[in-house]
Nanobody
Framework: VQLQASGGGVVQAGGSLGLSCAAF????????MAWYRQAPGKQRVLVAAVTSGGGTNYADSVKGRFTISRDNAKNQVYLQMNSLKPEDTAVYYC????????????WGRGTLVTVSS
């Protein structure tokens, strides 16, 4: 599976930005699609994840501001980011993983989101 992310850029604090990630290859109902981010000098952390059934999980830092969604027919996952803060600045990565298979994971190339104060 190959993942292709897009939509990063520069936005002012308080603004909004949307990210998209397309999966090319076999994606099953057991696959979880997620967004992670890595700020300079920090570890990569989970931002949000979504199952094929629409179940979601969010990092506390983005709850109420970010929304993850998924289009199973298109094998795409989206991240709508509102009320952005400078601390949201990071490289955002798309990830696909499979329930019950710890080593089954794919990562897209990151897309940079910069939030200016």
């Amino acid at each position: 599976v190959q993942l292709q992310a897009s939509g990063g850029g520069v936005v002012q604090a308080g603004g909004s930005l949307g990210l998209s990630c397309a999966a090319f290859g076999v994606v099953t109902s057991g696959d979880i699609m997620a967004w992670y981010r890595q700020a300079p000098g920090k570890q990569r952390v989970l931002v949000a994840a979504v199952t094929s059934g629409g179940g979601t999980n969010y990092a506390d830092s983005v709850k109420g501001r970010f929304t993850i969604s998924r289009d199973n027919a298109k094998n795409q996952v989206y991240l709508q980011m509102n009320s952005l803060k400078p601390e949201d600045t990071a490289v955002y990565y798309c990830r696909l993983s499979r329930l019950g298979y710890d080593e089954y994971e794919f990562w897209g190339r990151g897309t940079l989101v910069t939030v200016s104060s």
